[in-house]
């Protein structure tokens, strides 16, 4: 399946996406946001690059969503 540049929500807390030779991982956790960048197939190795974000860097009005 191919994902078409759109809008998508992360329902299950996290995804992986193949994007030209790199895994890209997107996992929310209980603080935040982090990502992090992996070469195809050494997922399980430290990543080439990654960025974590603070909730507390968002700002949601009261009866929006994040």
Do not use: C
Not at 3 to 14: M, T
Not at 23 to 34: A, D, F, Y
Request: charged content about 30%; hydrophobic content about 40%; glycine content about 8%.
């Amino acid at each position: 399946m191919n994902l078409k540049d759109d809008d998508y929500v992360l329902e299950e807390g996290a995804a992986w996406f193949d994007v030209e030779g790199f895994s890209v991982r997107i996992l929310s956790v209980n603080e935040g946001l982090w990502i992090a960048v992996y070469k195809n197939g050494e997922e399980m190795e430290d990543p080439v690059a990654s960025t974590f974000a603070y909730n507390e860097e968002v700002s949601v009005d009261k009866g929006e969503t994040a």
